[in-house]
C-alpha cells in the first residue's frame, strides 16, 4: 500500500514544503490540471457516467484522493464526481471506502448526480454479504453508506433512504456496529426533517433497542433518544422506566462490560445522557398514580430505584487525584444536580441538601474546572425554595471565588452571589461587591455594575440606600454605568413622593455633582433630578436655585450633546422657578441657538420663546414636574441582563422575581394613589356647590361695581409715551400702580408686527393679580389686523378673560397690513379687575400711524433739485414755523442732530445732503 500511495505521499509532501500560498496555490493548479486530464475519456473509453474506462483502479483511487485532500484544504473541486461513482459501484472494499468517502465530501445531498447512486446505496444497506470470495463484509458495506448518508443528508436523499436505514436499525439481523451508525444517522436525519418519525409509532422501536445488553448501542441509542425528545417531549414518557433501569444497572450493580469502564467508572458517556434524558421529565419524580394498582407499584419502584441511582451518585462522588476519572465522576454528578434542580419542590430534601454540600466541597479545590461547574450548579440549586439558608453558609468561600485570577471562576461567582442575595444579607452582598468593583478587570465590570444595580433596587427597604449605592457605581467606574440604570434610579425617584426620597436625592446630587472632575453620567442624573426636584432644598443653605445653577453649570464646557440637552430643560426649569436664575439662563439660550446640535438649538430656542408665546399659567404647566412613570413589569435592567444572559440564566430568573421589599413599595405606592384619589373625589363634591354659589355672587358685584378709568394725572405721561414710541421701535405705552404696558413694533413695508406686553407691576402697592384680564383692539378699514395672545387675553364674555399673576405678564401678537392712507392710529382697551372686586377699563393708542409704513429713499443733491424744481401749483409746498418752550435747551449742532435722528430713524424720512447750505 505505501509503494502504492507514492504519488499521494509526493503530492502531500510538496504542499507541506510549500514556503508561500502562492506556491501551494499553483501546485495545486497544476495537480487539477493532470487529474482533469486523466478524468477526460478520449475516444471510445467512456463508461456510463461519463467516467474514463481507460484508469486503473490504482489511479482512479490516487487522483479521487488528491481531490480529498485538495478539497479538505479549503479548495474548489467541481469535476471527478463519475469517477467517485464508479468508485462506489465497485465491488472492492478498498474503492468502495474510497469512493463513499469522496462522497460525503465532494457531494451534497441535493446534488442530481445523487439520483443516479441512490440505488446502489440502497442495495449496500440491504446487503447480507459475509465477505467471502473476496467480497466486502456486509457490516462494512452498511457502515460506509450509512456514514455517507449521514454526512450529505440533503431533504430528497432523506425521504428516499430513511425507510431503509430505520429497517436496519431495528433488524434483529443487523449487527451492533450497524445499529449504532444506523442510530447515529437517524438522528442527523431527524436534526435536518424534525417530523421525519411518528414519536408513538417509533417509541416501541427504541423501547426494544434500550433493552440492546451492547453498551455501545445503548449509547447511540440514547443519543437518537435524546434528540427525539428534544423535538416531542411527551411522545417519549414511556421509556422512562427503561432509562432508569439501565441507570441503575450502571450505578447500583455496576454491570458493565471491561471495555467500558472509564477508569473504573461504568459507561459515563451513557449515564450522562441517561441523565439527560430524565431532566425532560421532571415529573418522573412523582407520577400518577390513578392508572391501577400495578402501575402505580411500578411507578413506586422506579422512583425509589431512580432516587437511590441519584443518592449514590452524591455520596460516591469524590475528588479523585487522576484528572481523566475526576472529570467523568464530576460530569456525572453535576447532572444527577442538574436533575435535581429539574425537580424542585417536588424532590427529596436530603438529595437537596446532599447537592448543596458536595457542591460547598467543590467551589473550595484548586482546580478551576470543578470549582467552575460547581459554582454554576449551586446556582441554579439556588433557585428552589427552601435552598437559600444552606446556600448562605457558603458566602464566604464564594466571595473569596470573586478574587480567582479566572475570569469565568468570577463571573460564576458573581451569579452565585446574585442569586444567594436576598432581604437579609443584601446590603453586605452589595457593599462587598462595590468595594471589589475598584479592583476589577474591565472585562467584568459592566456586568458587576449591572448586577448590583439590580441587586440595590430590588432589596432596597430604604431607597436612600439604593440611591447612594448608584452613586457609588457612578464615582467608582461611571463608564460602565448605563443609561438604563440612571433613567431607572430617575425613574423610581420621581415614582416615589412619600417620605423625603425626593428631596434626599436633589440635595444628594447636588452635592456629588459639586467637584468640578465629576464623571458625565453623575452630571446628567443630577440635572434631571435637580430640574424635577431642586425646588424642595431650594430654601437650604448653599443650594439655592443660582447656587444649583453654578454647579450645573461650571460642568457644561465638558459635557457631550445629550448632557447639554438635559442641562438645557433644567436651565429653563431652574429659570421658571427662581427669578435670579432667568439673567443667567437667559446667555446660554442666546448662545445655544445656534448650535451645530440640532437638539440643543431647538431647545434653546424654544424655551426662549416659550415666555412670550405662552402665558405664564401655560409656561407654568409646561415646565412643571415630570408625572409618574408607567410602572413596568420587567425594568429596562432586567431586559439588558436577559439579553445579556438568556432567559435559562440562574441570574435572569432570579431578577425576574419581585422581592418582598419590591412588593412592600408596590403596596404602598397603590395605596398612596388610591388615597390620593379618594381625597380628590370628595374635595370635589364639597366644593362643587360653593363654586357655582362664588360664581354667581361675584357675577352680581360686577355689574353694581363702578368702572376706574385712567387716572388724569397719568394721561400727560401717556401722551408723551405714544409720541416716543411713533419713532422708535420700543418703550412703554403707559404705566400705573397696578399694570405696564409695553409696546415693540417692527416694520417691513406695507406689513408689520406689533408686540404687545401687559405687565403686573402691582407688588408696588397691593401685590394683587389681574384677574378677568381682556384688550380689544378695534377694527379699522385701513388696516387689516391679525390678532393671537395669551390665552382668554381676546375673550369677548366678560367673565372670560386671563389672570395675570404678580410678576409676570400676559402678551398680544399684532400683525397688520396697511390697504389704505389714513391719519389716525388704532384704538385698544384693556379691560380686567382686582381683588377687591375693582373693574378698570383703559382706552389706549396703538403707535400705529402712516409713518411706520414709509420707507425713505435717498437723491444725490442734482436729482433732488430737478424733482424739486419740476413741482408746479399751488400748496404744493408747506412751512411751518414751530416756537421752541421756554424750558427747552438751546439749539446747537447736538441738539440738531437728534432732531434730524428723529426724523430719518423714527419717521422714515430720507434726507438729501448738500442740497441746503446750513449744516443742519
Request: hydrophobic fraction near 40%.
Amino acid at each position: 500500500m505505501a509503494s502504492q500511495a507514492r504519488g499521494l505521499q509526493n503530492f502531500i509532501s510538496d504542499l507541506r514544503n510549500a514556503k508561500s500560498k502562492e506556491e501551494e496555490t499553483r501546485r495545486i493548479d497544476k495537480e487539477l490540471a493532470n487529474i482533469r486530464k486523466k478524468f477526460t475519456p478520449s475516444g471510445n473509453k467512456v463508461g456510463e457516467d461519463g467516467n474514463n474506462t481507460s484508469l486503473s483502479s490504482y489511479q482512479r483511487k490516487k487522483y479521487v484522493w488528491k481531490l480529498v485532500y485538495i478539497h479538505v484544504l479549503g479548495y474548489d473541486v467541481d469535476f471527478g464526481h463519475p469517477e467517485v461513482l464508479t468508485l462506489v459501484r465497485s465491488q472492492k472494499y478498498s474503492e468502495k471506502h474510497v469512493g463513499y468517502t469522496a462522497l460525503s465530501l465532494l457531494l451534497r445531498g441535493d446534488d442530481p448526480m445523487i439520483n443516479s447512486v441512490v440505488s446502489t446505496i440502497r442495495k449496500d444497506l440491504t446487503t447480507q454479504g459475509s465477505g467471502k470470495n473476496g467480497g466486502p463484509a456486509a457490516d462494512a458495506v452498511q457502515s460506509l453508506a450509512l456514514c455517507s448518508i449521514a454526512n450529505m443528508s440533503g431533504l430528497e436523499l432523506i425521504q428516499t433512504l430513511h425507510g431503509e436505514v430505520q429497517n436496519i436499525l431495528v433488524s434483529k439481523d443487523s449487527t451492533a456496529n450497524v445499529k449504532k451508525k444506523a442510530a447515529l444517522c437517524l438522528l442527523r436525519l431527524v436534526r435536518t426533517s424534525p417530523n421525519l418519525l411518528a414519536g408513538r409509532e417509533f417509541a416501541p422501536h427504541v423501547a426494544q433497542l434500550l433493552q440492546d445488553r451492547h453498551l455501545g448501542v445503548l449509547t447511540s441509542a440514547m443519543g437518537l433518544l435524546n434528540g427525539l425528545a428534544s423535538q416531542h417531549t411527551s411522545e417519549y414518557e414511556s421509556l422512562i422506566p427503561y432509562v432508569v433501569h439501565i441507570l441503575g444497572m450502571l450505578v447500583l450493580k455496576r454491570a458493565c462490560a471491561r471495555e467500558y469502564l472509564y477508569y473504573r467508572t461504568p459507561s459515563p458517556w451513557l449515564q450522562i445522557k441517561l441523565l439527560k434524558f430524565l431532566q425532560m421529565y421532571p415529573q418522573a419524580i412523582s407520577p400518577p398514580s390513578d392508572n391501577g394498582p400495578n402501575d402505580s407499584a411500578a411507578n413506586k419502584a422506579c422512583v425509589s430505584q431512580l432516587t437511590s441511582v441519584v443518592s449514590k451518585i452524591l455520596t460516591e462522588t469524590d475528588v479523585s487525584d487522576s484528572i481523566n476519572k475526576s472529570n467523568a465522576d464530576h460530569a456525572i454528578l453535576f447532572e444527577a444536580v442538574s436533575l435535581i434542580v429539574v425537580w424542585g419542590s417536588a424532590g427529596p430534601i436530603h438529595l437537596r441538601d446532599g447537592a448543596m454540600k458536595l457542591l460547598g466541597k467543590f467551589i473550595s479545590v484548586r482546580e478551576p474546572n470543578i470549582r467552575y461547574l460547581g459554582l454554576m450548579t449551586m446556582a441554579k440549586l439556588a433557585q428552589l425554595d427552601g435552598s437559600s439558608e444552606s446556600i448562605k453558609k457558603h458566602q464566604a468561600t464564594v466571595l473569596v471565588s470573586l478574587k480567582d485570577a479566572d475570569i469565568s471562576v468570577r463571573r460564576r461567582a458573581l451569579d452565585l452571589l446574585f442569586v444567594m442575595c436576598d432581604t437579609d444579607n443584601a446590603e453586605r452582598i452589595v457593599d462587598e461587591l462595590v468595594a471589589h468593583l475598584v479592583l476589577a478587570d474591565a472585562a467584568i465590570r459592566e456586568e458587576m455594575v449591572l448586577k448590583i444595580a439590580i441587586l440595590a433596587e430590588k432589596y432596597a427597604t430604604d431607597l436612600r440606600w439604593y440611591v447612594d449605592t448608584i452613586l457609588k457605581l457612578i464615582s467608582i467606574s461611571g463608564d460602565h454605568v448605563s443609561d438604563a440604570i440612571w433613567h431607572r434610579v430617575v425613574q423610581i425617584v420621581t415614582n416615589h413622593p412619600q417620605g423625603d426620597l425626593q428631596a434626599y436625592a436633589a440635595a444628594t446630587l447636588l452635592v456629588g455633582a459639586s467637584p468640578r472632575r465629576c464623571h458625565e453620567t453623575a452630571v446628567r442624573i443630577a440635572a434631571y433630578v435637580l430640574g424635577e426636584f431642586g425646588f424642595l432644598i431650594a430654601e437650604r443653605p448653599g443650594m439655592s436655585g443660582e447656587e444649583q445653577f453654578r454647579i450645573l453649570h461650571q460642568h457644561w464646557a465638558t459635557s457631550d450633546q445629550q448632557t447639554r440637552a438635559i442641562l438645557i430643560s433644567t436651565y429653563a426649569k431652574l429659570a421658571n422657578l427662581y427669578e435670579e436664575c432667568r439673567p443667567l439662563v437667559a446667555p446660554v439660550f442666546a448662545r445655544c441657538k445656534n448650535s451645530v446640535d440640532i437638539e440643543i438649538q431647538q431647545r434653546s430656542a424654544e424655551y426662549s420663546f416659550m415666555r412670550e408665546a405662552f402665558s405664564p399659567e401655560a409656561v407654568e404647566d409646561l415646565l412643571r414636574e415630570m408625572p409618574p412613570f408607567e410602572d413596568r413589569r420587567q425594568s429596562a435592567l432586567e431586559q439588558r441582563l436577559k439579553e445579556k444572559e438568556g432567559d435559562d440564566s440562574a441570574a435572569v430568573m432570579k431578577a425576574t422575581r419581585p422581592s418582598p421589599a419590591q412588593k412592600l413599595r408596590a403596596a404602598e405606592s397603590a395605596a398612596a394613589a388610591r388615597a390620593a384619589e379618594e381625597a380628590a373625589m370628595t374635595e370635589d363634591n364639597e366644593t362643587s356647590s360653593v363654586v357655582e354659589e362664588e360664581k354667581q355672587d361675584e357675577s352680581n358685584e360686577r355689574d353694581q361695581i363702578p368702572t376706574v378709568g385712567i387716572p388724569k394725572e397719568v394721561i400727560p405721561a401717556m401722551r408723551k409715551a405714544f409720541s416716543n414710541l411713533c419713532t422708535s421701535q420700543s418703550g412703554v405705552l403707559f404705566e400705573n400702580t397696578l399694570l405696564q404696558v409695553g409696546v415693540k413694533h417692527e416694520y417691513v413695508g406695507a406689513q408689520g408686527r406689533i408686540s404687545v406686553f401687559f405687565g403686573n407691576v402691582s407688588e408696588k402697592s397691593a401685590k394683587t393679580p389681574l384677574h378677568h384680564f381682556r384688550v380689544v383692539v378695534d377694527e379699522v378699514e385701513h388696516l387689516r389686523i391679525q390678532k393671537q395672545g395669551t390665552e382668554g387675553l381676546l375673550d369677548d364674555d366678560v367673565d372670560g378673560g386671563c389672570t395675570v399673576a404678580v410678576r409676570t405678564q400676559a402678551k398680544l401678537l399684532l400683525l397688520v397690513e396697511v390697504t389704505a392712507p389714513f391719519d389716525d392710529a388704532p384704538a385698544m382697551r384693556v379691560m380686567f379687575e382686582t381683588e377687591d372686586g375693582a373693574k378698570h377699563e383703559y382706552p389706549l393708542r396703538l403707535p400705529v400711524v402712516a409713518t411706520c409704513f414709509m420707507e425713505p429713499v435717498t437723491l444725490e443733491p442734482a436729482a433732488f433739485m430737478q424733482r424739486w424744481k419740476s413741482l408746479e401749483g399751488q400748496d404744493r409746498e408747506c412751512q411751518e414755523v414751530v416756537k421752541a418752550p421756554a424750558n427747552a435747551p438751546p439749539i446747537d449742532e447736538e441738539y440738531m442732530s437728534r432732531i434730524a435722528k428723529i426724523i430719518t430713524e423714527g419717521l422714515k424720512f430720507g434726507r438729501c445732503a448738500g442740497c441746503d447750505p446750513t449744516p443742519w
